[in-house]
C-alpha cells in the first residue's frame, strides 16, 4: 500500500492513511541495495580457513556489515547460515504480566526481514537454513551433520539470550567430530566444535571502551563524553560479493508464516507500515538521508508525532540486525563531508549512543534491569490495578495525547520517542502502576523492541535506572501545547477529536471520554494547585522533597 499523502503537507490528519517505510519503489530499493554492497565489498578479501563453519543468526539479520558472517567466511571453506525458530521467542509470555512475549506485528516485521535475508543471501552464493525448535538442539545437530568446527553467533547481553549461548555450547562439547573438521591447533585440542561468540550490534565496540563493563558511568553523559574522547568507531567489514560455496543441503526449509508461528496476523491500515529486511533498511537509510535530505534538519524535527519523516524511524531495523550502527555512522561522516555538518548530523550518532549505552549498562547490571527496584533497587510502593492498566494499554484514558500514543503503538507498533516517555510518566507518576506492565505491554508491540533499550528506557523513566533526576515528570499539558499544538495527532488517531476546534482537541473535556485519574502536575489550564500535586507525589512515591520539573 503506498502513502495517500504525505503528513507533513497534508491540511487534514485524516486524509492519511497508511504510509509504508520506507516509502520506495521495489526497483528503487534493489538499486539501492546493489549499489550500497558495492561500496561495502573489497576484492582484497581472502578466506584462509578450512572445513565448514556455522552462522547462527539471531538478532543480527542482515548480510553488510556482519562480523559473524565476516568471520566464518573468511575462517572457513564453506558456511552453512542457520535461523532457528524458537518457542521460546515466538510463543512464551512475558516475564511478570504474561503478555506474549512476541506480538503479531513484530512477528510479521521477523519474518519479513527472514525473507529478505535469505533472498540476499541467495545472491551472493548461500542461503539460509531455518528450523523450527531450540537452538541448543539444533545447531550441534547440524554441526555434527556438516563436520563443523566452529559455530559463529552474534554475542548478547540479556540472561535468556545468554543462557541460550551457554546451552549451545555444553551441547556442543558433546559433539565428537573426524579430525579432518580444518580445526586448527588455535582453536583447541578437544574434536568438538566451538561457539565463538563476535560482538556487534553497537557503534563502538566493547573491547574499544576505556572502561570495564564493571565501572560503566551510571550517568549518559559521562559515559558519552568519555567514549567521544577516547574511543574511535570501528569501520564497516567489507565482504567480498561472493559468499559460496553453499553446503549441500536437500531441504533449506520455508520462512514460516505468521500463523505457523502461533501468532495472530494483524494487518497495518492506519499511520505507518514498517517493511522488515536489510533491503529496506537501507532503503530507508539513502531515503532519510540522501533522497528526501532530512537529515540537516532532525534535531528541529525530532519531537514530532505524525508521519513517517519527523526522525530517521531506523530502530525497528536497528532491533532485529537488519541494519548495522556503523553504517549510519558511516552514513552520518559521508553525509557531513559530502552536503553539510551540524547539530542535526551529529545527534543521529547522539542518539545511537544512547542505544549502546543501555547495551552496555545491561552487562554491567545484568538481570536488576527486569526487577521492580531496577539497578538502583529503589523501594517504592507500585500499584498494579488492572482497571487503570487497562485503561492505558487500551487508550481509554481520558487523555487525548496518551489514548492517541497507545492507539498508535497498537495498531502500528511503533510509537514516537517523545510519546515512549510521555506514556511512561503517565502511568508511572500520575497512576502509580508498576513500571514493569508498561514495559512487558511495550515487549510485546514493539517492532523496534531489544531488552536492553526497552528495560532501560522504563527504569530510566520510572525513576529506577539510570537517571540523575530520578522524579523526571512529563506534563500532558505542556507536551500537548509543545509538541501538537493544533491537535493533528490526537485528532488522527482519535477521529471523534476531528471536528473540534483545533486548540480543544488535546483539552477536549467532557466532550471526550472522563479522565481516570487526575494528574499530579499539570492541568490544561496551567499548573495551579502544584503544592497539593506534589504533597500528593510524596504520599504516593515516597518523594524527597525534591523539586520536580514538568518538561
Request: net charge positive.
Amino acid at each position: 500500500m503506498n502513502s495517500i499523502s504525505d503528513s507533513s503537507s497534508s491540511s487534514s490528519s485524516s486524509k492519511v492513511m497508511c504510509q509504508l517505510v520506507p516509502g520506495l519503489d521495489t526497483n528503487e530499493k534493489e538499486y539501492i541495495l546493489d549499489q550500497t554492497f558495492e561500496r561495502y565489498t573489497s576484492k582484497m578479501v581472502k578466506r584462509n580457513g578450512k572445513g565448514a563453519a556455522i552462522v547462527w543468526f539471531r538478532n543480527d539479520l542482515r548480510v553488510l556489515d556482519n562480523e559473524v558472517l565476516f568471520k566464518a567466511w573468511v575462517n572457513s571453506e564453506c558456511v552453512l547460515p542457520v535461523y532457528c525458530v524458537d518457542p521460546r521467542v515466538f510463543q512464551a509470555s512475558t516475564c511478570y504480566f504474561g503478555f506474549p512475549k512476541t506480538g503479531g506485528l513484530r512477528g510479521q516485521f521477523i519474518l519479513e526481514c527472514l525473507v529478505d535475508l535469505k533472498k540476499n543471501l541467495m545472491k551472493r552464493g548461500l542461503n539460509l537454513l531455518i528450523r523450527h525448535g531450540k537452538p541448543e538442539e539444533i545447531i550441534p545437530a547440524l554441526a555434527k551433520d556438516f563436520a563443523s568446527h566452529t559455530v559463529y553467533a552474534q554475542k548478547e547481553t540479556c540472561s535468556e539470550e545468554v543462557n541460550v549461548e551457554k546451552l549451545v555450547s555444553k551441547a556442543l562439547r558433546r559433539v565428537h567430530l573426524p579430525h579432518s573438521t580444518g580445526r586448527s591447533t588455535s582453536q583447541g585440542s578437544a574434536n568438538s566444535p566451538t561457539l565463538q561468540l563476535v560482538w556487534g550490534g553497537t557503534m563502538y565496540h566493547l573491547d574499544d571502551l576505556p572502561f570495564s563493563t564493571n565501572s560503566i558511568p551510571d550517568v549518559y553523559t559521562q559515559f558519552r563524553k568519555s567514549v567521544e574522547a577516547k574511543c574511535s568507531i570501528r569501520s564497516c567489514a567489507k565482504i567480498s560479493m561472493s559468499l559460496g560455496p553453499a553446503p549441500r543441503v536437500e531441504d533449506w526449509g520455508c520462512v514460516p508464516s505468521i500463523e505457523q508461528l502461533g501468532l495472530q496476523p494483524q494487518e497495518v491500515s492506519k499511520g505507518m507500515r514498517f517493511l522488515g529486511g536489510e533491503t529496506a533498511a537501507l532503503s530507508r537509510v539513502y531515503e532519510y538521508f540522501w533522497k528526501k535530505d532530512f537529515l540537516k534538519i532532525y534535531k528541529e524535527t525530532r519531537n514530532g508525532m505524525l508521519g513517517p519523516d519527523y526522525s530517521t524511524k531506523f530502530s525497528p531495523w536497528l532491533a532485529s540486525g537488519s541494519l548495522s550502527p556503523r553504517f549510519i555512522y558511516e552514513e552520518v561522516k559521508r553525509y557531513e563531508k559530502g552536503r553539510l555538518a551540524n547539530d542535526s548530523t551529529y545527534w543521529v550518532l547522539f542518539e545511537l549512543i544512547w542505544r549502546d549505552y543501555f547495551r552496555f549498562i545491561s552487562f554491567k547490571y545484568g538481570n536488576s534491569i527486569f526487577h521492580i527496584g531496577g539497578p538502583r533497587n529503589v523501594e517504592r510502593r507500585w500499584s498494579q490495578d488492572q482497571r487503570l492498566f487497562d485503561s492505558w494499554r487500551n487508550g481509554c484514558t481520558g487523555y487525548p495525547l496518551i489514548d492517541a500514543n497507545m492507539k498508535e503503538l497498537s495498531a502500528t507498533g511503533f510509537m514516537s520517542n517523545r510519546g515512549r516517555q510521555i506514556v511512561c510518566s503517565f502511568l508511572v507518576r500520575d497512576m502509580g502502576i508498576d513500571w514493569r506492565m508498561g514495559a512487558e505491554w511495550f515487549e510485546t508491540f514493539l517492532l523496534d523492541y531489544d531488552p536492553c533499550s526497552n528495560y532501560g528506557n522504563w527504569t530510566y523513566g520510572a525513576g529506577v535506572g539510570n537517571d540523575p533526576r530520578e522524579d523526571r515528570y512529563f506534563s500532558i499539558p505542556k507536551q500537548a501545547q509543545t509538541y501538537d499544538p493544533e491537535g493533528e495527532y490526537v485528532a488522527y488517531w482519535l477521529p471523534q477529536l476531528q471536528e473540534l476546534p483545533k486548540e480543544k482537541r488535546n483539552f477536549p473535556g467532557k466532550l471526550y471520554m472522563e479522565q481516570i485519574v487526575p494528574l499530579k502536575f499539570g492541568n490544561p489550564n496551567g499548573h495551579r494547585g502544584q503544592d497539593r500535586a506534589s504533597a500528593a507525589r510524596k504520599t504516593n512515591y515516597g518523594g524527597r522533597g525534591r523539586k520536580t520539573k514538568g518538561y
